[in-house]
């Protein structure tokens, strides 16, 4: 059974808050990408519409490399990359689970992603932008 959840985050330093909402339970990837993997980032992949930036968006700077279509937002002052539009889906946020309050990478289904090949599994990704369709 999906219950939907809210969940707020930010960076270290507090400047830059954010809320998101998903359904649990949640599968997130873990990216073995050169990036990724460095980060220990961890991917909720969410449509926009289930973004909303609280406070901090003259905070952010802004790293794309490669393509340019990925938006990797950063905390300018504690340098904390907490979600960004990813280029898999540019549709919607990504968020780094880890930097959700009161919450640890057990409250979600962590699944690999083989970001080293992206090309060849990116397509994978696309519906979890898309706005869930639920049933009355």
């Given at each position: 059974?999906?219950?939907?959840?809210?969940?707020?985050?930010?960076?270290?330093?507090?400047?830059?808050?954010?809320?998101?909402?998903?359904?649990?339970?949640?599968?997130?990837?873990?990216?073995?990408?050169?990036?990724?993997?460095?980060?220990?980032?961890?991917?909720?992949?969410?449509?926009?519409?289930?973004?909303?930036?609280?406070?901090?968006?003259?905070?952010?700077?802004?790293?794309?490399?490669?393509?340019?279509?990925?938006?990797?937002?950063?905390?300018?002052?504690?340098?904390?990359?907490?979600?960004?539009v990813?280029?898999?889906?540019?549709?919607?946020?990504?968020?780094?689970?880890?930097?959700?309050?009161?919450?640890?990478p057990?409250?979600?289904?962590?699944?690999?992603?083989?970001?080293?090949?992206?090309?060849?599994?990116?397509a994978?990704?696309?519906?979890?932008?898309?706005?869930?369709?639920?049933?009355?």
């Amino acid at each position: 059974m999906m219950a939907n959840k809210t969940f707020e985050g930010g960076c270290h330093c507090g400047v830059v808050r954010f809320r998101v909402e998903t359904d649990l339970p949640a599968t997130v990837q873990a990216c073995n990408c050169s990036i990724c993997a460095k980060a220990g980032y961890l991917h909720l992949i969410v449509p926009t519409a289930h973004f909303q930036l609280l406070q901090g968006q003259q905070d952010l700077s802004c790293y794309t490399f490669n393509t340019g279509v990925a938006q990797h937002l950063f905390c300018r002052h504690c340098g904390i990359k907490s979600f960004y539009v990813p280029r898999s889906n540019p549709d919607g946020f990504s968020v780094n689970i880890r930097c959700l309050d009161n919450v640890t990478p057990d409250n979600f289904i962590i699944e690999a992603f083989d970001g080293q090949n992206w090309e060849q599994h990116a397509a994978g990704l696309t519906h979890l932008s898309q706005p869930i369709q639920r049933q009355e």
